[in-house]
């Protein structure tokens, strides 16, 4: 079965510093996608990056990309230059999968500090 | 990608009684998904809505708890349907874009509901 599992319940971070959110998945599919979302604590789901299994090059979108270690089957985000707006839950998910429904990690709870 | 607007964005309910949770898209769209958030966890799929056949319903979640309509390509609504505390969740409403064939999912502001 497909799984993502998220190890760090909580991080902090200091305001302009690199912080980087791990992601490992298990799947035997050789083509799927990996995405992370940010939650605030609004409540609303923000998707940020995606990553296709056959992207050879890490995708990035602005301060947010992704590591991307396939033999490892770890999908880190990596966050540049961080902001107080930063402060969120991420969430890593899979479409991997027969139905190739979202399988959701328990997320992770960045904090940065001013 | 999609504008949702979810409405309520949050509600306090009594035990017993049920809500209805709305979702307009800006564009027409074949699927629509809600998700249910437990406090402290993560997402969990309720049902896809599909315009003009019966929502199909995951395991754990049955029609006469979370009656779903889908009347139209752009709006769906899902029914909380006699509450308890166990209830208390973020309710989501999303619809898939495909981006460089990725199915991302972009999602309402969710509607937050405390049972009491």
């Known amino acids: 079965a497909q799984k993502i599992t998220q190890t760090q319940p909580g991080m902090f971070v200091q305001e302009k510093e690199a912080v980087t959110l791990d992601c490992t998945y298990d799947?035997?599919?050789?083509?799927?996608?990996l995405f992370w979302y940010k939650q605030p604590s609004s409540g609303e789901m923000i998707f940020l990056i995606y990553?296709?299994?056959?992207d050879e090059q890490n995708a990035t979108e602005g301060r947010y990309s992704l590591n991307f270690q396939k033999a490892r089957k770890s999908a880190n985000l990596v966050i540049s230059a961080s902001q107080l707006g930063d402060s969120a839950m991420y969430f890593c998910?899979?479409?991997?999968?027969?139905?190739?429904?979202?399988?959701w990690g328990l997320g992770t709870s960045l904090a940065v500090n001013p | 990608s999609a504008v949702i607007s979810q409405k309520p964005s949050r509600d306090i309910c009594q035990r017993g009684t049920s809500l209805t949770i709305q979702c307009q898209v800006d564009?027409?769209?074949?699927?629509m998904f809600w998700y249910r958030q437990q406090p402290g966890q993560s997402l969990t799929l309720i049902a896809t809505?599909?315009?003009?056949?019966?929502?199909?319903?995951e395991s754990g979640f049955v029609i006469d708890k979370f009656p779903i309509s889908r009347p139209n390509l752009t709006f769906s609504t899902l029914t909380v349907s006699n509450m308890s505390p166990e209830d208390s969740s973020i309710y989501l409403c999303?619809?898939?874009?495909?981006?460089?064939?990725?199915?991302?999912?972009?999602f309402g502001a969710g509607s937050r509901l405390t049972v009491l």
């Open positions: 799947t035997s599919d050789q083509s799927y996608g």
């Open positions: 564009s027409q769209v074949t699927m």
């Open positions: 999303s619809v898939g874009t495909a981006p460089s064939g990725a199915n991302v999912l972009t």
């Open positions: 809505a599909n315009q003009g056949s019966e929502a199909t319903y």
């Open positions: 990553q296709g299994s056959y």
């Open positions: 998910a899979t479409n991997a999968g027969n139905n190739r429904k979202l399988i």
